[in-house]
């Protein structure tokens, strides 16, 4: 038997050059029996942990694995030849990093600049294969890169290490004696280390050069060792690898000529072949076993390092963590801690103890902290913050005041968070308000070092749109038929393609094309692009982190990424704190503060969700801007569920989700909550029948959360731990959608064969499939609905400061705008316009003769900008006295008086809208610089103005609708109101009150046309189906259009601005009320009327012609609904 | 369609499109969704000119006073032609019928200003404004007829001036005060009250150059004097204009009204006579049947039908330049003897495939390709093609080994050769994107027989994972 180790592969983590995934490549290495496998992809360490973890499932499923060699191909500007680098120990794997680390800090984004002293420098306990390049290979591979990031570079442009960059290039061409040089010389700086690698790529000269490079290696001293160069793994990614290259240089396939290898050897081989093909030269195979075999380093070398800061000295962390959680205790539970706490509490600090992560809870502790309380310090007031996902599973982290949610209350259990059969760290991911984010950024930095501190990486993947559309760019076909691909009109994936070409006739070469690009671009799907800096995850090392991964600059300066992202982090057990951002939190926060300010009332995140009135407006479906249950399907579920807890709200937030939907667990617990359905568990044939009462219990026997479902796969199912580990995983992440499958016959199976009913086994894995998608965990669904309860609790005691919070939080939810404001003004809240007299950026609160009055801000105003109302509001002192003093004080462009004029924020000069605007024009057009000042014209010529013709109250709405997107003074529809009347069209109210409400209401069955304006199209998963929010001057009406009607009146649903919906009214027994559709007409004309109506255009008037002369602000009517697909 | 800020967006439509609610600039992801059956083109701004260039130059046949008003509009001066063509009215409904019936939407109108016209042309289709009444019958149009920006535009209607009767009445200082005095102006013109003169296109040059002869004439050297005088007076115009001519035809017309034209093409722009007139004697003195003067000719026309820019011909000290330019001469006087198709140049291309490694063009054609041999060819290593490359490889019956061993013996057109060197496989890999289904992969073998002949053969198809019979070609020889 011949033994081989492939130590030259280049993965697809070299970015668009190679044509395999780690995983393939190791189930490959696994399957050809190779004694090692090394990745060393182009100057890069981001793909070695991807290996690593396909070896971990293959030693799960207890498959036989390789030794993994970890290493980095360098490639140098200097013109020395490619080296491999593999390092022997730890410590020689942290000098690569710092090598690769410096290469990058001193590029641009995305690549890295090494010379060979670089290499030099840190070369110790590094082992070295020189790759020299085939000389036919004669094109330049790399063009210098076009902008320093180290300033100092750019500036001297002297280059690299002594290397100016005209000569930044990849070696490409090197004689036999440069390389002997070289070899030599590394031999002499590195005894022992050094390699010659040589490869065999059928170019017709293969033995004499090999016969060549044999006589340097010798007359070098050092080894010659054999390598495949392997770019893709299996023979058939020729075609891909060809496909990559191309997209790398902007070329079609047509135009790459000898870009693209000659043939399709380098994929990996047979160690039998591989002896054949070296047969002059079997010391070179033996070489790779003894290259291997000096190998130590592993990436299980790496894990747990956490910082140690948050330990004070005498203490170890352990004990800290115990103090701190028993102070948490005692302060949460008011000095009476319960038997049952203390039991949990310290049943996890054992765990944590035994685990040895207690660093880890108290690094997150100190960034928590430092939020609510160490900021203050520094004079800012405190940032909200709460921890969301599976952290709220753990007493110790309630007690640390990490997580808002006591999970002994909730019976939540610890063993969801950490684990001792999982080998992952445990992941807390903690949001914060969205705009004070970065200041958490920043103490992180100052806390912990940039040389400790840096950003996880995300893999940017090809996704199926881009692969299709880089896929056909390089088969020459045009952005068009990119386009129709892209967006499925050619069948989605392949599955309908064959049968179009069928169709078209087989030997049309233009859709044999077509379907080879197709066929490309699916396995293009799901390769790494190019590496992204994570929003917030942090990585923290307490030894310098770039000695456990290498380190790039990101965007932002003084800004670091690793190269590996959250799974590679969680495989390697590095320490990682997502530093999330919620906008919501940013808006509790404004509301809590207006409410102090404004009604001296302090309210805090952690209330008690006890209060009735609140849950009763939920059960009404009073939710805009109530976080996550403000969509309309959550709005029509709301009636249905009444939740009357918190628990209630839980299920409420989890269960409006792709998981239970797609298992089709919503209607059942719906019956059951009811009463309509007796609550059982299913149970096996045999074995205990109620096995899943435990599991089940808190929904009524129907699972409903992700831990549900994994509970079912080991209780029901029989998964071992392992198994179920798998499966988790496979549910998590989406480089490994595939494999999911694997796991459905396993599951289904199992279940069916235990006896239960094949049809609720098979929902269960459908639901579990839904969680891949989104997934939706118990605790992470109780976070959460604590900010149900806030939210809501500020909307029903505070209405003003909620809807005043929301718009200065915007944008985040479903809502525009308009809505919030409407919803505010029916509670009752006074909204008064912009003015700029009263106005501040943000909008504000007033005290006015009706309560709290919510005064909209000029953020509200599109096209003014904080610039300028920082100006204006400084120049305003007590108040502008007229127009003039206006003018002279805040000497503000033209454009901004316009645009001030335009939105008709005047009102308080008693200024009518068109004349001011007619005055505003004759102001000088330039911004009036310093120097100029003086000659600013302020006493222009007295103008004799005849009067403007008066401007109708429906322009005056139109012009609101366009400047700010809605209109305080009327709806639009009020216009159209007696054009639909004499159609016999009804209004939102008629059709959408509640069947007790005074005046005639629609019945559920009843034939109505319903004329509106569309406020929200959404289009929730993949159902097809599409919901309509449509306004008129009465209130909004709920259409739901079933997908063949969508179909057919698909032009009307997607472009319609104002629609007349005929349908048939739907009030369900909790009146929940919808139109569903039978026909739309698509009405948009009718809003030109509303500017037109005064002006008679005479003869023909085309349509074409009015499109194009009319200004863009024209041209949008009314607001862009908010879409969502 | 259009690339606009990095979307696609919709840039014309048809009458259909238009009629289910599709608009101009909108994104084309929007239509789309709209209608998933969409057909779009991409659209192409060159073109359009083009086109409406060339109806332009249509349109010279009513006026030489045509201007372009683009992107699709044209403005016609027809001061003084109407009565040619039976009156203002006729004149229109003539223009506009002629352009509907060759396919074009048009709407057209007449006025004596070319704003008023424009204006009403969008508004008030086929309507011709008599002298004088500009006022009144612009005023109820929109003010968007008058083609402002769109920011003007906006403004009067946000002022509630919505026609150009409301407009007109305002102060024309007010006016000038917000909108400055060029859209005062336009306005002017709208109302008749001021014209600017259309400003014509100016018309593509014309090289043409022709000499008439009072008596026939028929030697030939008479005849290469005046070709030799007209070329003169060509290449003069040409220099005014900094171009060369890459196509010269001669036209000569016989006294008995036979009319015989030469062309002669260049490969790059040219203005010496001399070189002009030799190329006509080469092409001339290859003509099968000989040009026939018959009783003479009394016109010779000479004319550039094709001219690019060109720099100055300076003479060039650089010897280099000036062999080149010398090649080039020769070139275009072997084309213009034998026909550009059979004076040839190879040229590299860039691709592994062997037989597709160079191709035969036009030489005249050929200079302007990228690619160069110097960057084909790699130093510092034994020639890896034959000399002489088959036109088509050529079948051999071989003595091989499987799987991919080189052959020991084969036999080629009847010859045996026993094989005693070898070097390879060089393995060539087919271009799979550009064939229907796959094509074996070639191992080439550059092989010596006992003769010292050597040649380079291939295996086509890797044993087993492509054929299980793979054959043998002989391709090409080595010197």
């Not at chain 1, 030099?120 to 306990?125: A, C, E, F, R, T």
Request: hydrophobic share 40%.
């Amino acid at each position: 038997m011949t033994a081989y180790a492939e130590i030259g592969v280049t993965t697809n983590f070299s970015f668009l050059r190679g044509a395999s995934h780690p995983r393939e490549f190791a189930h490959a290495a696994a399957l050809l029996g190779y004694a090692a496998i090394g990745i060393a992809d182009r100057n890069t360490l981001a793909g070695v942990v991807r290996m690593y973890s396909a070896f971990e499932e293959l030693k799960e499923k207890g498959e036989p694995v390789t030794k993994q060699l970890v290493g980095c191909r360098l490639v140098f500007v200097d013109g020395t030849p490619d080296i491999l680098a593999y390092p022997t120990d730890r410590k020689a794997y942290g000098r690569l990093c710092r090598l690769l680390s410096a290469g990058k800090l001193r590029a641009p984004k995305g690549e890295c600049l090494l010379t060979l002293d670089d290499l030099l420098k840190w070369q110790d306990g590094l082992l070295l294969v020189v790759m020299p390049p085939h000389p036919s290979r004669t094109v330049i591979d790399t063009a210098p890169p076009k902008r320093f990031w180290n300033k100092d570079l750019a500036l001297k442009d002297e280059g690299v290490g002594g290397v100016s960059l005209e000569k930044y290039k990849t070696n490409t061409q090197c004689s036999f004696e440069e390389v002997q040089v070289l070899v030599g010389k590394l031999a002499a700086i590195a005894p022992g280390r050094i390699w010659l690698g040589v490869s065999m790529p059928h170019r017709g000269d293969d033995q004499r050069r090999l016969l060549k490079w044999k006589q340097i290696a010798r007359r070098a001293g050092v080894p010659l060792i054999a390598t495949n160069d392997a770019l893709y793994h299996i023979a058939e990614r020729r075609e891909l690898q060809d496909v990559v290259t191309c997209i790398r240089k902007g070329v079609t396939l047509n135009e790459a000529g000898r870009l693209l290898e000659a043939n399709g050897e380098r994929h990996l081989k047979t160690p039998v072949e591989m002896t054949a093909l070296f047969a002059a030269a079997p010391e070179a195979m033996a070489e790779t076993i003894r290259f291997a075999n000096r190998i130590a380093f592993t990436l299980e070398d790496l894990k747990y390092n956490y910082p140690h800061e948050p330990v004070p000295p005498g203490k170890t962390a352990q004990q800290h963590l115990e103090d701190l959680s028993w102070e948490g205790a005692l302060r949460r539970y008011h000095g009476v801690v319960s038997d049952e706490v203390r039991k949990i509490l310290k049943k996890e600090l054992e765990l944590i103890r035994k685990l040895e992560i207690a660093e880890y809870f108290l690094t997150v502790h100190d960034i928590v902290s430092f939020a609510r309380e160490g900021i203050k310090k520094e004079g800012v007031p405190p940032i909200l913050c709460q921890g969301r996902g599976s952290a709220a599973n753990s007493a110790v982290c309630y007690m640390l005041g990490i997580t808002s949610i006591d999970p002994v209350q909730m019976d939540l259990l610890f063993e969801r968070f950490v684990s001792e059969e999982r080998k992952e760290p445990p992941d807390i991911d903690v949001d914060f308000e969205h705009e004070r984010r970065e200041e958490v950024i920043q103490y992180v930095y100052r806390r912990y070092g940039h040389h400790r501190a840096a950003l996880a990486a995300t893999v940017i993947h090809y996704r199926p749109r881009s692969a299709i559309r880089e896929t056909c760019k390089v088969f020459g076909l045009t952005e068009d038929i990119a386009a129709d691909l892209a967006s499925g009109v050619w069948g989605s994936w392949g599955s309908n393609l064959s049968e179009a070409q069928v169709r078209q006739g087989q030997h049309n070469p233009f859709n044999v094309l077509i379907a080879r690009a197709v066929k490309v671009a699916n396995e293009l799907i799901g390769f790494p692009r190019h590496l992204s800096q994570h929003v917030g995850g942090f990585v923290l090392t307490d030894d310098r982190l770039d000695e456990f991964v290498p380190v790039s600059p990101a965007t932002m300066e003084d800004r670091h990424f690793i190269e590996w992202d959250k799974d590679d982090i969680d495989a390697v057990r590095m320490m990682k704190v997502d530093v999330l951002a919620l906008g919501m939190l940013t808006c509790i926060r404004k509301a809590f503060d207006l409410v102090q300010t404004h009604e001296n009332k302090t309210l805090a995140l952690n209330m008690q969700a006890v209060d009735p009135a609140v849950y009763e407006m939920l059960q009404k479906a009073d939710a805009i801007g109530v976080f996550q249950v403000e969509s309309r399907a959550q709005m029509s579920m709301l009636p249905r569920m009444k939740p009357k807890n918190l628990y209630d709200l839980v299920i409420e937030v989890a269960i409006v989700r792709p998981g239970p939907i797609q298992g089709g667990m919503v209607h059942p617990y719906m019956r059951r909550r009811a009463g309509e359905e007796p609550v059982d568990y299913p149970s096996p044939k045999d074995g205990d029948p109620n096995e899943l009462h435990g599991v089940l219990n808190k929904t009524l026997g129907i699972p409903l959360f992700q831990e549900q479902a994994m509970k079912l796969a080991m209780v029901a199912a029989k998964f071992s731990p392992s198994e179920a580990n798998g499966l988790r995983r496979a549910m998590a992440t989406f480089r490994n959608l595939g494999t999911i499958n694997t796991f459905r016959d396993k599951f289904v199976g199992r279940m069916v064969e235990r006896g239960y009913e094949q049809d609720f086994a098979e929902r269960c894995f459908k639901q579990i499939e839904g969680f891949g998608s989104y997934g939706f965990p118990e605790s992470h669904a109780a976070s959460f609905a604590l900010l149900v309860y806030v939210s809501a609790y500020i909307k029903k005691y505070h209405p003003a400061a909620f809807a005043c919070a929301l718009l200065n939080s915007q944008p985040m939810g479903f809502y525009a705008p308009a809505e919030i404001v409407r919803d505010a003004r029916e509670h009752a809240v006074e909204v008064l316009p912009v003015d700029v007299n009263d106005s501040e950026w943000d909008n504000t609160l007033e005290h006015s003769p009706h309560g709290l009055a919510l005064r909209l801000g000029f953020r509200q105003i599109d096209g003014f900008s904080e610039k300028w109302c920082k100006i204006l509001v400084g120049a305003r002192g007590n108040r502008f006295s007229g127009i003039e003093s206006l003018a002279r004080k805040a000497r503000l462009p033209k454009r901004a008086m316009i645009i001030l004029a335009e939105a008709d924020c005047f009102q308080s000069l008693n200024k009518d809208r068109r004349e001011i605007l007619w005055e505003v024009r004759r102001l000088a057009d330039t911004e009036t610089l310093p120097l100029f000042a003086a000659q600013y014209v302020e006493e222009q010529p007295e103008e004799e103005i005849a009067a403007l013709p008066t401007m109708p109250l429906s322009e005056h709405v139109l012009a609101d609708y366009q400047m700010q997107r809605f209109s305080l003074r009327a709806h639009l529809m009020a216009f159209l109101r007696d054009l639909f009347r004499k159609e016999g069209i009804d209004d939102c109210r008629y059709i959408s009150s509640p069947a007790d409400h005074p005046f005639p209401v629609s019945r559920d069955g009843e034939k109505v046309r319903c004329a509106g304006i569309v406020l929200t199209r959404q289009m929730p998963g993949d159902a097809g189906v599409v919901f309509i929010t449509l306004s008129d001057e009465t209130g909004i009406a709920n259409v739901v259009v079933w997908p063949k009607l969508v179909k057919e009146f698909r032009r009307e649903i997607m472009s319609g601005r104002l629609l007349v919906v005929e349908g048939m009214v739907q009030r369900s027994k909790e009146d929940v009320i919808h139109l569903v559709a039978e026909r739309i007409i698509d009405r948009t004309a009718e809003l030109e009327r509303l500017s037109e109506d005064d002006i008679e255009v005479p003869s023909f008037r085309s349509q074409a012609a009015k499109h194009l002369n009319r200004h863009p602000r024209n041209v949008r009517v009314v607001p862009k609904s908010r879409d969502f697909h | 369609m259009t690339k606009e800020k990095n979307a696609l967006r919709l840039s014309a439509l048809d009458r259909k499109a238009t009629s289910l609610g599709l608009s101009i600039g909108q994104p084309l992801a929007n239509a789309r969704a709209m209608l998933p059956e969409l057909k779009v083109m991409a659209a192409n701004d060159g073109a359009d000119h083009k086109l409406l260039e060339r109806i332009a130059d249509w349109c010279d046949r009513f006026t030489p006073f045509v201007a372009l008003d683009p992107p699709r509009a044209l403005l016609l001066d027809v001061t003084g032609a109407t009565h040619l063509f039976g009156g203002e009215k006729a004149l229109l409904d003539r223009i506009m019928g002629a352009l509907r019936a060759q396919g074009f939407v048009v709407r057209g109108a007449l006025a004596g200003t070319s704003m008023a016209a424009r204006a009403c042309a969008r508004h008030r289709d086929g309507f011709v404004v008599t002298p004088g009444q500009e006022m009144a019958v612009a005023a109820p149009l929109p003010i968007e007829a008058l083609f402002l920006d769109p920011v003007t535009t906006h403004a009067f209607r946000r002022a509630g001036l919505k026609t150009i009767g409301q407009v007109a009445n305002r102060d024309r200082r007010e006016l000038t005060a917000r909108f400055g005095s060029a859209m005062v102006f336009t306005l002017e013109t709208a109302l008749g009250k001021t014209e600017k003169p259309i400003s014509p296109r100016i018309p593509l040059p014309d090289y043409r150059t022709e000499q008439n002869f009072p008596e026939p004439i028929a030697t030939e050297e008479v005849i290469r004097a005046s070709l030799v005088s007209l070329a003169e007076t060509l290449c003069d115009a040409l220099e005014q204009r900094g171009e060369g001519a890459r196509r010269l035809e001669a036209a000569f017309f016989r006294a008995d009204g036979a009319v015989m034209r030469i062309a002669v093409e260049t490969g790059s722009p040219t203005r010496e006579p001399k070189i002009i007139e030799r190329l006509f004697r080469e092409k001339l003195d290859a003509l099968a049947d000989p040009l026939d003067p018959g009783f003479g000719f009394d016109l010779i026309r000479l004319s550039a039908s094709r001219a690019e820019r060109c720099e100055s011909a300076l003479a060039d000290f650089n010897a280099d330049l000036n062999a080149e330019r010398e090649i080039r001469f020769l070139v275009d006087r072997l084309s213009a003897r034998f026909g550009a198709h059979r004076v040839l140049a190879f040229r590299p291309n860039d691709t592994h495939i062997p037989e597709a490694a160079g191709a035969a063009l036009p030489a005249q054609e050929a200079r302007g390709t990228k690619s160069s041999w110097a960057s084909m060819r790699c130093s510092a290593e034994a020639p890896r093609r034959p000399l002489r490359l088959l036109a088509k490889p050529e079948e051999v019956e071989t003595i091989a080994a499987v799987p991919s061993s080189p052959p020991r013996r084969f036999r080629w057109r009847r010859v045996q050769h026993d094989v005693v060197l070898v070097e390879g496989p060089e393995r060539i890999a087919m271009e799979w994107w550009r064939h229907l289904s796959p094509q074996p992969t070639r191992d080439y073998f550059r092989v010596e027989d006992s003769n010292g002949n050597r040649f380079w053969l291939y295996r086509d198809g890797l044993y087993l994972r492509e054929t299980g019979n793979p054959r043998w070609y002989l391709h090409g020889m080595f010197a």
